[in-house]
């Protein structure tokens, strides 16, 4: 079963680095005289109402919405670390500081989030700036979670042998930190680096169905699951639902190999 | 002792709420283009029209004046006026409450109901169990907003939808829970001594599991809140969490506060009281 899911994964993120070597074109060129196309040997997928080529769009997007949520999950891992391990090693005011503020944080509803710290930043912005806003976003919003797991886990390490021991030896606080007490939280970093992943692809597809994800005309699996609002759409065009049904098959493989990624750490 | 507790998590809560309207508020407050009301856009308007219009949000540019104003006014009952939709939010949120309340709380009974039902199927039916665990991956992976439109397409009633976001959760968590307690040595002694399964489901599994059920409930509150906002917005329904979504889109600053300070108590509480009962439970039974 990981095997299988393995390869779906590398299948799909070898199509998402090099887009262009498989997309049959650019993800906003226009083939004005064939608008809402069904699928042909020209274009696989079909067209959208402006004559974009869907698989076109479906490979870029993939690209965009793949490596955001990757790069999101790597800066709330990140955040989750220094914030985390510093609360967790500094204790008194400033693990409770850390706790209010993720406990704020983890009270209010994860989308509902989202939607409030994305509505305080410019909604009309140019589409590789909406790119970074919503990478940024995820990865700054969701990193409380990891946060309160990562500062569990320095905490139990604080008192550990050899934490005690450098402190005997005189070894300074940060050293402690960065050189100790870090490499040994790497296991629950790194579950919650691919736990984060995909979360975070079906967060930004939410957002982009919200229309507060990427903006066009760049492709992500949020925007173009837009197009299944219109039901009569849909309905005409099944083949719509290929971003939906590529979506959920990554994330299922993602749960798959994460799940037994977690067993073996 | 327990009022002690019961005072000190509502206190808690309480400074939680407050903290969390006013972060709200400053994000809002600090985004770019808040003061810029589109009806100053209009160019039939004069230079006077535009002034007052502009002037009539001056009230808001001083955050802590807002937000103390804005909290007087809570206790007093008022919660302002949405810039958006023009109206009081105390009359968005009445009209719109039981709507979100209602959904909410129907898409709770279906998900605990089917996924508590389907775990107990599961742990004595092995095809139940496989079939059940596949179908729920899949639930798993489907954006909230995906599920409402698929039901909306179905046909079927709405609340469906944010039952089918709780669903896979309770299944797993208590499909899990009871095949640990299962294990455990007074359920194999039990079980040696050739007491029934539902008698042991009943007295010896139920009980065990309930502290950790009940944290699972306040949990699954927050979770079936959170999917109604995708659910509402994307399946036209005028509740709280298409409220939230015009709100975020048009920067209603009052709509957001309140939104933010309604959604932390509600979470919290139902937190604190699942905790509560945990603990009582936990105390009960000894653990």
């Given at each position: 079963?990981?095997?299988?899911?393995?390869?779906?994964?590398?299948?799909?993120?070898?199509?998402?680095?090099?887009?262009?070597?498989?997309?049959?074109?650019?993800?906003?060129?226009?083939?004005?005289?064939?608008?809402?196309?069904?699928?042909?040997?020209?274009?696989?997928?079909?067209?959208?109402?402006?004559?974009?080529?869907?698989?076109?769009?479906?490979?870029?997007?993939?690209?965009?919405?793949?490596?955001?949520?990757?790069?999101?999950?790597?800066?709330?891992?990140?955040?989750?670390?220094?914030?985390?391990?510093?609360?967790?090693?500094?204790?008194?005011?400033?693990?409770?500081?850390?706790?209010t503020?993720?406990?704020l944080?983890?009270?209010?509803?994860?989308?509902?989030?989202?939607?409030?710290v994305?509505?305080?930043?410019?909604?009309?912005?140019?589409?590789?700036?909406?790119?970074?806003v919503?990478?940024?976003?995820?990865?700054?919003?969701?990193?409380?979670?990891?946060?309160?797991?990562?500062?569990?886990?320095?905490?139990?390490?604080?008192?550990?042998?050899?934490?005690?021991?450098?402190?005997?030896?005189?070894?300074?606080?940060?050293?402690?930190?960065?050189?100790?007490?870090?490499?040994?939280?790497?296991?629950?970093?790194?579950?919650?680096?691919?736990?984060?992943?995909?979360?975070?692809?079906?967060?930004?597809?939410?957002?982009?169905?919200?229309?507060?994800?990427?903006?066009?005309?760049?492709?992500?699996?949020?925007?173009?699951?837009?197009?299944?609002?219109?039901?009569?759409?849909?309905?005409?065009?099944?083949?719509?639902i290929?971003?939906?049904?590529?979506?959920?098959?990554?994330?299922?493989?993602?749960?798959?190999?994460?799940r037994?990624?977690?067993?073996?750490? | 002792m327990?009022?002690?507790?019961?005072?000190?998590s509502?206190?808690?809560?309480?400074?939680?709420?407050?903290?969390?309207?006013?972060?709200?508020?400053?994000?809002?407050?600090?985004?770019?283009?808040?003061?810029?009301?589109?009806?100053?856009?209009?160019?039939?308007?004069?230079?006077?029209?535009?002034?007052?219009?502009?002037?009539?949000?001056?009230?808001?540019?001083?955050l802590?004046?807002f937000?103390?104003?804005?909290?007087?006014?809570?206790?007093?009952?008022?919660?302002?006026?949405?810039?958006s939709?023009?109206?009081?939010?105390?009359?968005?949120?009445?009209?719109?409450?039981?709507?979100?309340?209602?959904?909410?709380?129907?898409?709770?009974?279906?998900?605990?109901?089917l996924?508590?039902?389907?775990?107990?199927?599961?742990?004595?039916?092995?095809?139940?169990?496989?079939?059940?665990?596949?179908?729920?991956?899949?639930?798993?992976?489907?954006?909230?907003?995906?599920?409402?439109?698929?039901?909306?397409?179905?046909?079927?009633?709405?609340?469906?939808?944010?039952?089918?976001?709780?669903l896979?959760?309770?299944?797993?968590?208590?499909?899990?829970?009871?095949?640990?307690a299962?294990?455990?040595?007074?359920?194999?002694?039990?079980?040696?001594?050739?007491?029934?399964?539902?008698?042991?489901?009943?007295?010896?599994?139920?009980?065990?599991?309930?502290?950790?059920?009940?944290?699972?409930?306040?949990?699954?509150?927050?979770?079936?809140?959170?999917?109604?906002?995708p659910?509402?917005?994307?399946?036209?329904?005028?509740?709280?969490?298409?409220?939230?979504w015009?709100a975020?889109?048009?920067?209603?600053?009052?709509?957001?506060?309140?939104?933010?300070?309604?959604?932390?108590?509600?979470?919290m509480?139902?937190?604190?009281?699942?905790?509560?009962?945990?603990?009582r439970?936990?105390?009960?039974?000894?653990?």
């Open positions: 079963m990981r095997s299988i899911a393995l390869a779906l994964l590398g299948l799909v993120f070898a199509a998402a680095l090099i887009p262009q070597a498989w997309a049959p074109a650019s993800y906003q060129t226009q083939f004005r005289d064939s608008p809402n196309a069904p699928p042909s040997a020209r274009f696989p997928l079909g067209t959208d109402d402006l004559g974009r080529d869907r698989l076109s769009r479906l490979i870029y997007g993939t690209r965009v919405s793949l490596l955001l949520s990757v790069a999101a999950a790597f800066l709330a891992t990140l955040i989750a670390a220094i914030a985390g391990a510093a609360a967790a090693w500094l204790g008194g005011w400033w693990d409770r500081m850390f706790l503020a993720t406990d944080s983890l009270a209010l509803p994860w989308l509902f989030l989202l939607l409030t994305r509505a305080t930043l410019p909604l009309d912005v140019a589409p590789t700036t909406s790119i970074f919503t990478f940024a976003l995820l990865g700054l919003v969701g990193s409380a979670g990891p946060a309160r797991v990562v500062r569990a886990g320095a905490r139990s390490l604080r008192s550990a042998d050899f934490a005690l021991q450098g402190r005997a030896c005189g070894t300074p606080g940060l050293r402690l930190l960065i050189v100790h007490l870090l490499p040994n939280l790497k296991p629950v970093l790194v579950s919650q680096f691919l736990l984060s992943i995909p979360l975070f692809i079906l967060s930004e597809a939410n957002l982009g169905l919200l229309g507060l994800g990427v903006a066009e005309p760049m492709p992500s699996w949020g925007n173009l699951i837009r197009d299944l609002e219109s039901y009569s759409a849909v309905a005409a065009n099944p083949w719509m290929a971003p939906a049904v590529l979506l959920v098959m990554v994330v299922i493989a993602l749960q798959v190999a994460v037994t990624q977690e067993l073996t750490v | 327990l009022a002690g507790r019961i005072l000190r509502l206190s808690g809560l309480a400074a939680t709420a407050v903290v969390g309207g006013l972060c709200a508020a400053t994000l809002v407050r600090l985004a770019p283009g808040f003061d810029v009301d589109e009806r100053e856009f209009d160019s039939r308007l004069n230079d006077a029209s535009r002034h007052a219009i502009h002037e009539s949000r001056s009230g808001e540019r001083n802590g004046r937000y103390v104003h804005y909290l007087a006014g809570i206790v007093r009952g008022d919660f302002g006026v949405s810039h939709l023009r109206r009081p939010v105390r009359e968005l949120l009445a009209e719109r409450s039981p709507v979100t309340l209602r959904l909410v709380a129907w898409g709770l009974a279906f998900g605990w109901t996924g508590s039902g389907l775990a107990i199927a599961a742990w004595r039916i092995r095809a139940v169990d496989l079939l059940s665990g596949v179908l729920f991956a899949v639930l798993l992976s489907v954006p909230a907003a995906v599920l409402g439109l698929a039901v909306l397409f179905a046909g079927a009633g709405r609340s469906l939808a944010i039952g089918l976001v709780v896979p959760k309770v299944f797993t968590y208590t499909r899990s829970l009871i095949a640990k299962s294990a455990s040595p007074h359920v194999v002694l039990a079980r040696a001594k050739g007491a029934g399964e539902v008698r042991i489901l009943a007295w010896h599994i139920g009980p065990a599991l309930a502290p950790e059920l009940f944290s699972l409930a306040g949990i699954s509150i927050s979770l079936a809140f959170g999917a109604a906002i659910m509402e917005a994307v399946c036209d329904i005028p509740g709280l969490g298409q409220l939230a015009q975020a889109l048009g920067r209603d600053l009052p709509v957001l506060v309140i939104l933010s300070l309604l959604l932390t108590v509600i979470t509480l139902a937190n604190g009281v699942a905790d509560t009962v945990t603990d439970l936990g105390m009960e039974s000894g653990a």
